[in-house]
């Protein structure tokens, strides 16, 4: 799983709030008790943890699942279910994925064929499987700027294509 470090805890200072994160890099722990030390992030645990061995334990108001269905490693539909499981009622599960549609033009850039793409009409029905209501399903236009968000603006408005897709979905 990508860094919650550098997610969650960035962005937010929810007063009350528990934060749990996990990634498999170990290097990552350095730098959350470096973070940590000099309050540049929200208070929260860190532990490292093979997303195959996360069983969850406890239930959350929110889980945030950042960036990890990217990865080849990873299946959306092997592990989704322990993420599901640990929402609470009323809870939101967020995460993002990319949409198989987006493979061959982004294999014409010469990138992609390092990641691993999903149908979105199939993640819909694992997620409404799940009894989750999809309360958004946004295209990611890109954070970089310059011909990179181009070319993703481009592709959403004319195409009706992007890259990946931020889902929030309740219990």
């Known amino acids: ?64 699942v950042n960036d990890l269905f990217y990865t080849k490693h990873v299946d959306f539909d092997r592990v989704i279910g322990k993420f599901a499981a640990s929402v609470a009622p009323g809870g939101v599960l967020y995460f993002d994925i990319q949409d198989e549609r987006a493979g061959p033009v982004w294999r014409l850039f010469g990138k992609g064929n390092a990641t691993r793409r999903y149908n979105l009409a199939n993640v819909r029905a694992t997620l409404e499987g799940l009894d989750f209501k999809i309360e958004s399903m946004t295209p990611s236009l890109g954070i970089k700027g310059g011909l990179d968000g181009l070319v993703r603006r481009g592709l959403w408005n004319v195409f009706g294509i992007a890259n990946n897709f931020a889902f929030v979905a309740k219990r």
């Open 1 to 64: 799983m990508r860094p919650a470090a550098r997610s969650l805890e960035f962005y937010t200072r929810l007063p009350g709030a528990i934060i749990d994160s996990f990634d498999i890099d170990e290097r990552l722990i350095a730098l959350h008790h470096a973070l940590s030390a000099s309050a540049l992030i929200a208070p929260c645990s860190f532990r490292t943890l093979d997303v195959a061995a996360f069983e969850p334990t406890t239930l959350y108001d929110i889980v945030l």
